[in-house]
């Protein structure tokens, strides 16, 4: 039996989610609420003790990073080839995107999330100078993404969908909790100068649905009630 751990509010999380779900896979699903502080609980960090979501577990065999284990569930399940093709050339198109993912997309877009949003909902300490220097480096990957992932084919590795749409667009996806953020641009604001994301990001959500909205309604629900508190915020000062 295959396991996976996850939270809907960890965008990774959803993307394995989503991939199961589309692909209609037998796998099991366990949340693990982070906020709540179940990746620090003794029992979550013996299996896993990287402590981090999401996290996939088949027997004793133990396998953290969502990268990782979208690659291999792809690999083990028998998935239609575009999601994690067989071909060492296309293969190499998505496991580029997949390596550039970490260090751009998810550096940037959870970093401006964390301290716009989530680390202070949280009371956690932020840094709106970690917030503004992530809020740069993501206009730099939303412009490389218009500029050279999509500059040619309507998917990052080309004409299918593939894992790391997956990946990217559930990342992205986070960032409509700006809509209730204290200060800053919101989500449509951000994206207005980078029409091909836009239009892309569509295009994986249409291709995955009705598990894309499914999978996605706990967090923008979560958005919703960030942006009835900011406007209800700026309505007290009127």
């Known amino acids: 039996m295959t396991t996976l751990y996850i939270d809907m509010m960890s965008q990774p999380s959803r993307?394995?989610?989503?991939?199961?779900?589309?692909?209609?896979?037998?796998?099991?699903?366990?949340?693990?609420?982070?906020?709540?502080g179940g990746t620090r609980s003794d029992e979550y960090r013996q299996m896993n003790p990287l402590g981090?979501?999401?996290?996939?577990?088949?027997s004793d065999f133990i396998l953290p990073e969502s990268a990782s284990i979208l690659r291999y569930i792809a690999t083990t399940k028998g998935t239609?080839?575009?999601?994690?093709?067989?071909?060492?050339?296309?293969?190499?198109?998505?496991?580029?995107a997949l390596d550039w993912y970490h260090g751009n997309v998810r550096l940037h877009a959870a970093?401006?999330?964390?301290?716009?949003?989530?680390?202070?909902?949280?009371k956690q300490p932020v840094s709106e100078g970690?917030?503004?220097?992530?809020?740069?480096?993501?206009?730099?990957?939303?412009?490389?993404?218009?500029?050279?992932?999509?500059?040619?084919?309507?998917?990052?590795?080309?004409?299918?969908?593939?894992?790391?749409?997956l990946l990217y667009c559930c990342e992205l996806d986070q960032l409509c909790l700006l809509d209730g953020a204290e200060?800053?641009?919101?989500?449509?604001?951000?994206?207005?100068?980078?029409?091909?994301?836009?239009e892309w990001m569509v295009r994986v959500a249409e291709s995955t649905e009705p598990h894309w909205t499914t999978v996605s309604s706990f967090l923008h629900k979560v958005a919703q009630r960030g942006k009835e508190r900011k406007l209800k915020a700026s309505q007290a000062k009127l």
């Open 52 to 58: 981090k979501l999401p996290c996939l577990q088949e």
């Open 130 to 165: 970690q917030a503004k220097a992530h809020m740069t480096g993501l206009q730099t990957t939303l412009q490389t993404l218009e500029q050279y992932w999509l500059a040619h084919s309507p998917f990052l590795a080309g004409n299918d969908i593939s894992v790391a749409d």
């Open 183 to 198: 200060q800053g641009p919101t989500m449509t604001e951000l994206f207005k100068p980078f029409p091909k994301t836009q």
């Open 15 to 36: 993307a394995c989610v989503i991939f199961c779900r589309v692909n209609n896979l037998n796998v099991e699903e366990k949340v693990v609420n982070i906020a709540k």
């Open 111 to 122: 970093g401006l999330s964390w301290h716009r949003v989530i680390g202070k909902n949280m």
């Open 80 to 96: 239609p080839d575009h999601w994690y093709p067989r071909d060492p050339q296309q293969c190499a198109k998505v496991n580029s």
